[in-house]
Antibody, heavy 118, light 106 residues
């Protein structure tokens, strides 16, 4: 069974750094790209970017370029999303998702709630 | 890039047919996908490549396309279908785009 298990909820202060994770199991990690999707409270889905876990090639949405860093460690089957300096506006649920051959995301993590507040 | 336009809300009675649209000129060239999201849960893919249904998705979910508008149809709507529905596509540089979402009330 394909599973993406994300790290838990985080509460941070503005200016702090953060790295959240998405551990894949049930398939070959390097075969499928992993994307990150933001959902702000009460709002819709926003694609942030995507990574090829095989070679760590990464593409970002123009809206998130320079704001976050997506990475992966294929030795442990885990993708990451990180911030160097959080802002209150980063408060959101963040999902990782697997890009399947059918052209879109067929498996999703359970989501990680990030709350940034002073 | 471009915007995918969905109605904010659709309301139907149980057993009726719900139709949710998603529009953009680019949909004439790019496939559309539909996700269902219930409160507090991750999205679930219900339709891919305009009209294909993943395994495990009930037959009452179907998709269609008429050029620049794609439609998610739920026939014989059940109470459990109440959720937010998002269409998704890509642009010419493979940037992923989501529609604003439609709240289906049953």
């Amino acid at each position: 069974e394909v599973q993406l298990v994300q790290s838990g909820a985080e509460v941070k202060k503005p200016g702090e750094s953060l790295k959240i994770s998405c551990k894949a199991s049930g398939y070959s990690f390097t075969t499928y790209w992993i994307a990150w999707v933001r959902q702000m409270p009460g709002k819709g889905l926003e694609w942030m970017g995507i990574i090829d876990p095989d070679d760590s090639y990464t593409r970002y949405s123009p809206s998130f370029q320079g704001q976050v860093t997506i990475s992966a460690d294929k030795s442990i089957g885990t993708a990451y999303l990180q911030w160097s300096s959080l802002e209150a506006s980063d408060t959101a649920m963040y999902f990782c998702a697997r890009l399947a051959e059918l052209g879109t995301f067929d498996s999703w993590g359970q989501g990680a709630l990030v709350t940034v507040s002073s | 890039s471009y915007d995918l336009t969905q109605p904010p809300s659709v309301s139907v009675s149980p057993g009726q047919t719900a139709r949710i649209t998603c529009s953009a000129d680019a949909l004439a060239e790019h496939s559309a996908y539909w996700f269902q999201q219930k409160p507090g849960q991750a999205p679930i893919l219900v339709i891919y490549k305009d009209f294909e249904r993943p395994s495990g998705i009930p037959e009452r979910f179907s998709g269609s396309s008429s050029g620049t508008t794609v439609t998610l149809t739920i026939s014989g709507v059940q109470a459990e279908d109440e959720a937010d529905y998002y269409c998704q596509s890509t642009d010419s540089s493979a940037t992923v785009i989501f529609g604003g979402g439609t709240k289906l009330t049953v």
